[in-house]
């Protein structure tokens, strides 16, 4: 298994960025995948999940409405458009097949003016 993230950077309070990650070793297009996220001293924290096909997901509250996850599959690659970033929302996000742990080094998100 093998799980590649990207996309993160600096962003102000209310701006958008769009984390991707490149999947290989798997067949991903068979399985749910999740993205987490854990910020400095604090434990990790799941915030998405993505059924295999796509057509349905579901979110922790603290992301409802302002993140999307979503995937394709003929790219092995998993995405997560946050839109509406808050402070709280810096972290280092990952990746990573339902159950399993996050497998990537990860990509930082950091939310400041």
């Known amino acids: 298994v093998r799980l590649e993230e990207s996309g993160g950077g600096l962003v102000q309070p209310g701006g958008s960025l769009r984390l991707s990650c490149a999947a290989s070793?798997?067949?991903?297009?068979?399985?749910?995948m999740t993205w987490v996220r854990q910020a400095p001293g604090k434990e990790q924290e799941w915030v998405a999940t993505?059924?295999?096909?796509?057509?349905?997901?579901y979110y922790s509250d603290a992301v409802q409405g302002r993140f999307t996850i979503s995937r394709d599959n003929a790219k092995n690659t998993l995405y997560l458009q946050m839109d509406n970033l808050k402070t709280e929302d810096t972290a280092v996000y990952y990746c990573?097949?339902?159950?399993?742990?996050?497998r990537g080094k990860g990509t930082q998100v950091t939310v400041s003016s």
């Open positions: 990573a097949q339902r159950g399993d742990r996050p």
């Open positions: 993505i059924y295999s096909d796509g057509r349905s997901a």
């Open positions: 070793g798997f067949t991903f297009s068979t399985v749910f």
